[in-house]
């Protein structure tokens, strides 16, 4: 596509319920991250993708946080059982090759979770 | 591992006046460093980037910035801002040996008529 494409854009769920996040990167790019952008707390790191596999999850903060990436492409955040604490914007971006390339990383407009 | 401050979390400018946003970073391999904007409602874009040779590099819309190596730094600039460049502006790194960019917790430019 023209853009990384992001759904939901606004998600509101019940604390303990699981919800999946989905990010569709733009065609051609091998690179996707993760990224949580909480109010006042910058853009903290999750999960890179590099192809299916992930090289670099380091960000996860804890068990509850999963991703995958089918294909080469689409990519999932699933986060189970969800507390108040995960209540943020969730920043998909994706670039054409690995950041040691220095490639610029283009991001989605995210998809804003609300855990009540 | 990489890291990125931006110390200076708001700052209001007038407008027309000129406005420095502030980003040192810590390394110990060669860097790439960027600068992405965020509109309000919006995602980040991508506003400017230095990967090597010219130390001063610019964007479309009349910002600058330049990486010091001694310093480490590569702050913003630009000598006249206009009510909408009202954004949060973020600064990051990436490296040739990592997997990840890092970002600074970014700083809010307010621009006041």
């Known amino acids: 596509g023209a853009g990384v494409s992001q759904s939901p854009s606004n998600k509101v769920t019940e604390k303990g319920k699981d919800v999946e996040l989905r990010c569709d990167p733009i065609s051609g790019h091998t690179a996707l991250y993760w990224y949580r952008q909480s109010l006042g707390q910058g853009l903290e790191f999750l999960i890179y993708?590099?192809?299916?596999?992930?090289?670099?999850k380091s960000g996860l903060p804890s068990d509850r946080f999963s991703a995958e990436r089918t294909g080469g492409s689409v990519s999932t955040l699933t986060i189970q059982r969800t507390q108040q604490e995960d209540s943020a914007v969730y920043l998909c971006a994706s670039s054409s090759d690995r950041p040691r390339s220095g490639n610029t990383i283009y991001f989605g407009e995210g998809s804003w979770l609300t855990v009540v | 591992a990489q890291s990125v401050t931006q110390l200076d979390s708001q700052v209001p400018v007038f407008e027309e006046a000129p406005v420095e946003l502030r980003c040192n970073y810590s390394?110990?391999?060669?860097?790439?460093l960027f600068w992405y904007v965020q509109y309000p409602n919006q995602g980040l874009q991508l506003l400017l980037k230095?990967?090597?040779?010219?130390?001063l590099v610019e964007s479309i819309n009349g910002f600058e910035a330049e990486f010091n190596k001694s310093q480490t730094s590569f702050h913003l600039r630009k000598p006249s801002v206009h009510i909408s460049d009202t954004a949060e502006y973020f600064c990051a790194v990436s490296s040739n040996t990592g997997n990840q960019f890092y970002f600074g917790t970014g700083t809010s430019l307010t621009v006041i008529p």
């Open positions: 230095y990967l090597s040779g010219s130390t």
């Open positions: 390394s110990s391999v060669s860097v790439y």
């Open positions: 993708f590099q192809g299916n596999s992930a090289p670099d």
